[in-house]
């Protein structure tokens, strides 16, 4: 038996939170450790709540923003075994006016805003950003590069078969349009009642572009201050990075 999920996440919320890279989140709260004081901050696209927590862990007090139910279910439940306070919201990024509050401090990582399918979206999701800020606030996030879609993307082939429970294969083609690329999900799950696996697909999106236009998208936001890194900011920006890190600012600290 086949299924096909048009929505990331929703079917392999608990899997996909499992498999991720736990280091990453390490590297992400470094990143933002050392830019941001303690203090209220927005996680954009937070996802399972891994890095939320351990932003509470530290002393930030977070608001988590995913469009998932699932995954905010997932940031509920580790939230309450890391006994830490997390308030949830379910909201698309492109369009939360809706919720009034400002923040000193907005983060976005995990290619949330790659997801977005393309340069009209990201620059919504960009003015959401920066109309849930402060006056002197600080928005951090980080994209996949055109690098990472075209050269480290291409022709790509995992299989995971070493647990029982966690089988699955992911490909990737490149996407129709330039710089962007179709991640093509397959899970293969136990069904006790046939005694067989159920084969369960789900096909990805991501869109990237061009440094250039980064900077120029966040200065029509109104952005200022705008900084670009690599390797979680250890390094200088080029054109060989997996990921690019950035660091804007709403007017003037």
């Known amino acids: 038996m086949t299924q096909e999920n048009s929505s990331p996440y929703e079917t392999f919320a608990g899997l996909y939170d499992q498999l991720f890279d736990a280091d990453l989140y390490q590297g992400w709260l470094s990143f933002v450790k050392k830019r941001l004081p303690a203090g209220k901050i927005l996680d954009l696209g937070g996802g399972a709540g891994r890095l939320a927590v351990l932003l509470a862990q530290k002393g930030y007090q977070v608001d988590l923003l995913d469009l998932s139910p699932a995954m905010l279910a997932l940031a509920q439940k580790h939230a ?6 997390l308030r949830l919201l379910e909201a698309d990024i492109r369009d939360f006016s809706d919720w009034e509050e400002r923040y000193p401090a907005i983060v976005s990582f995990a290619d949330t805003f790659n997801y977005l399918p393309g ?9 959401q950003a920066y109309e849930h800020l402060e006056e002197g606030g600080t928005f951090l996030f980080d994209v996949i590069t055109p690098y990472q879609v075209n050269v480290l993307y291409d022709n790509y082939c995992y299989n995971n078969d070493d647990n029982p429970d966690q089988i699955f294969m992911w490909t990737s083609f490149p996407g129709d349009e330039k710089n962007s690329v179709d ?6 799950l136990y069904n006790e009642d046939i005694d067989a696996f159920n084969l369960v697909r789900e096909v990805h999106h991501e869109q990237t572009y061009d440094l250039a236009y980064y900077q120029k998208a966040l200065k029509r936001a109104g952005f200022t201050n705008i900084q670009v890194s690599a390797d979680f900011g250890k390094k200088e920006a080029g054109s060989e990075d997996d990921r690019w890190f950035f660091s804007a600012q709403k007017g003037e600290k």
């Open 119 to 127: 340069k009209v979206d990201f620059e919504a999701g960009l003015q």
């Open 183 to 188: 991640h093509d999900l397959k899970f293969f």
């Open 80 to 85: 309450e075994e890391s006994q830490v306070d």
